[in-house]
């Protein structure tokens, strides 16, 4: 059986072979945005593919393989077949198509940011000799959990800002979250040292890139991904749900640059 080491290390190396900078296209693809039906949802082929089996497709191998599922069930295809009657398609289904695929490049990355938690999240239990009951799978992250152990429940939480975390809620809907923060480092460091930013601020701007890289590291290619040392303090408080809010509660302080 493959170790959690092994798991963790085969998927960041997957994730750091991403190339994000040619997927920036996708960024102003959005003409399929529309709540789509449960039929097409994504979810269950992303987390077979990088969680059960562990086979880390790149992207467009991936959406090939998906696109091509959906076309084979005879369910899926006749919905598919609904859904495209509401966008005006000018060359035979690439239109559509192309706008679909950018759609599920989001939901795609935004998956494999909560499994890179999850992952992280089992090797430190087991680091830590810890037995729990891990849960990540597509009906719950299509009810809003990301992950659920025991019985608590994390949903993972972008963070693009200082200042949304300050007002980021620690828990929401009985879940717990998770801050994500997905920082501008270069422009971080530059206002840290701007002298058009005010002295106070530019601390502020010092102190949230030291949580920044406190809690999370900067893949090659630019991804973010969670640190030992964060998910470590999650593990170590799960019997204490209360003590474990106060602690991201501090986390999303130290993230605000106060």
Not at 67 to 91: G, M
Not at 109 to 121: G, I, N, R, S
Request: glycine share 4%; aromatic share 16%.
């Amino acid at each position: 059986m493959e170790s959690t080491a092994t798991a963790l290390n085969s998927y960041r190396e997957f994730l750091e072979s991403i190339p994000l900078n040619e997927y920036e296209k996708f960024r102003i693809i959005k003409w399929v945005e529309q709540d789509l039906p449960r039929e097409l949802l994504p979810q269950w082929f992303i987390f077979y593919c990088y969680w059960d089996t562990k086979s880390f497709l790149e992207f467009e191998s991936w959406f090939e393989e998906f696109w091509q599922a959906l076309h084979s069930n005879p369910t899926s295809a006749a919905v598919l077949k609904e859904f495209k009657k509401y966008h005006f398609d000018k060359n035979n289904d690439g239109w559509f198509k192309q706008g679909f695929q950018a759609r599920m490049y989001r939901t795609w990355t935004a998956v494999l940011t909560q499994l890179d938690f999850c992952y992280m999240f089992a090797y430190v239990c087991h680091k830590q000799g810890k037995s729990v009951d891990l849960e990540a799978n597509a009906e719950l992250d299509i009810s809003g959990v990301d992950l659920r152990v025991g019985n608590i429940d994390f949903q993972v939480g972008k963070i693009t800002q200082r200042k949304e975390a300050r007002s980021a809620a620690v828990a929401r809907r009985n879940r717990i979250q998770i801050p994500y923060a997905v920082f501008n480092v270069d422009e971080y460091e530059r206002k840290s040292h701007s002298s058009r930013v005010s002295p106070t601020n530019r601390a502020s701007y010092r102190n949230a890139l030291k949580a920044f890289h406190k809690y999370f590291l900067l893949l090659k290619n630019g991804f973010v991904v969670f640190s030992e040392h964060y998910v470590d303090q999650v593990v170590r408080n799960l019997d204490d749900p209360e003590e474990l809010k106060s602690i991201i509660q501090g986390l999303l302080e130290e993230l605000s640059g106060e």
